[in-house]
């Protein structure tokens, strides 16, 4: 990603541990591909979340551009 990552901004990442899918309440198996949460403590799988995390991190890309 291009933008300046702050941490509690959600960020795309490999599970290191097994959990639950904050939107479809499946497993997240250790090793898949998530979005996690951390303002929410919750994580997703990466389909499951994958909109959501677009539309931040264009913003947090707007934000950065226009806020130098």
């Known amino acids: 990603m ?12 490999t599970s290191r541990f097994a959990g ?3 939107t479809c309440k499946k497993p997240i198996k250790k090793g898949e591909e998530i979005i996690y949460w951390p303002n ?3 994580a997703e799988h990466f389909a ?7 539309n931040s ?5 707007d934000e950065d551009r226009y806020n130098g």
């Open 57 to 61: 991190v264009a913003s947090f890309e």
């Open 40 to 42: 929410g403590n919750h």
């Open 2 to 13: 291009s933008y300046k990552g702050r941490s509690r901004d959600p960020r795309q990442m």
């Open 48 to 54: 499951c979340g994958e909109a959501d995390y677009r």
């Open 20 to 22: 639950t899918c904050y």
